[in-house]
């Protein structure tokens, strides 16, 4: 069988070339020509001996997936859709910013989860994307957007994980993605750089801190259990004090001192400063009472697409909401929308999913329930 070496990190490829007989430092120079030269034809890897490039030809490649388009919005922001066979694709999303370049990349073809107010959840789950397949969205864009800049230098500094997928459900595969991106020898992305975001699976989050800290995003959206249940599925198994003590355990190895909370603002839903008050509650230390968790908020406006049957908060009614939190003492920043133009804002993420499971009926029975009772 042919291997695709971008199903590696470094130690998966020293492993692979000790079957071959090579020493470890082959794997490094290979894993260099690889993530930092862009090298797919091994004939172009000069430093190699010929007998081992002639090796490599005959047991493995370097197999990136296809894009199948690209969509440059008004504001530079460059999504990628590409082809993960089986009529499954899934997106890519490029956002330069003045002293930064973003990757948000996919770790699922669609998501299991279902929240609400997400159109890749909508749509349901195909399957689990290979480390190779999550590696190569970042192989492609990085070399992709280094010849069209023409630059040697480094066009991605960051990397989240929050595109299509729920990345602690796909861990197997997102941890030797992560570990490449991190190698000096591969992309040398910094741990505070790397972010991955989660709906709260909170045995994965132990094992993330354990295995591969890096910056961690915990979906929020709402401040109880009852809303939170209704609007991240996930809620029902890993209800909120459990999120809350997972944050706590995560920050005792995360690069960072604080926890990022997500918090899409869904019209008369989630943005009332009652449900303001409720999240302060929940964060902050409080006499005898919880322990706090130190972190920031980011508050999303809910990006709109029919099947959800939810309307953005006004920007008054965001403002107000990050005003409440900030003068609580917690630091509250509002994203702001990239890419909107082209549906590769968060939320939008569509791709193309062969769903197994039933979604678009699930979710709209769920709808007509919940919009009959929306608990605060
Ligand atoms: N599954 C992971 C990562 C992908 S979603 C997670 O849920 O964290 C990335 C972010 O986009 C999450 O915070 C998610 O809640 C948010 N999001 C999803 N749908 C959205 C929408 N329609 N508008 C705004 N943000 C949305
Ligand atoms: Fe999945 Fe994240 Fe969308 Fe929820 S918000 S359905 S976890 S991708």
Known sequence: MTANLLDFDLDGLAVFCEQLGEKRFRATQLFRWIHQKGAQDFDQMSDLAKSLREKLKTCAQVLPLTPISRHDSADGTIKWLFD???????????????????????????????CRFCSTGHQGFSRNLTTGEILSQLWFAEHTLR???????????????????????????????????????GYGLSRRRVTVSTSGVVPMMDRLGEDCPVALAVSLHAPTDGLRDN????????????????CRR??????????????????????????????????????????????????IPFNPFPAS????????????????????????????????????????????????TDAASRMAKQRVIALKQVPS
């Open 147 to 185: 010849k069209q800049f023409n630059t040697t230098d480094r066009v991605i500094s960051n990397v989240v994980m929050m595109g299509m997928g729920e990345p602690l459900q796909n861990y197997s595969a997102l941890v030797p993605a992560l570990r490449a991106m991190l190698d000096d020898h």
């Open 309 to 356: 049957g939810l309307t953005r908060s006004s920007a008054a009614t965001v403002k107000a909401f990050a005003e409440q939190l900030s003068a609580a003492g917690i630091i509250t920043t509002v994203r702001k929308t990239r890419g909107d133009d082209i549906d590769a804002a968060c939320g939008q993420l569509a791709g193309d999913v062969k769903d197994r």
């Open 84 to 114: 993960v066979g089986d009529g499954n694709a899934v997106e890519t999303v490029f956002i330069p910013e003045d002293d930064r370049g973003t990757l948000c990349i996919s770790s699922q073809a669609g998501c299991a989860v279902g």
């Open 250 to 299: 995560y920050l005792a190895h995360a690069p960072r001192d604080f926890i990022t909370f997500e918090y899409c603002m869904l019209d008369g839903v989630n943005d009332q400063p009652e449900h303001a008050q409720a999240l302060i509650d929940l964060v902050r230390p409080q006499r005898g009472l919880a322990q706090g968790v130190s972190c920031k908020f980011n508050l």
């Open 231 to 246: 609007l991240v599925p996930l809620n029902r198994k890993y209800p909120l004090h459990e999120l809350m003590d997972a």
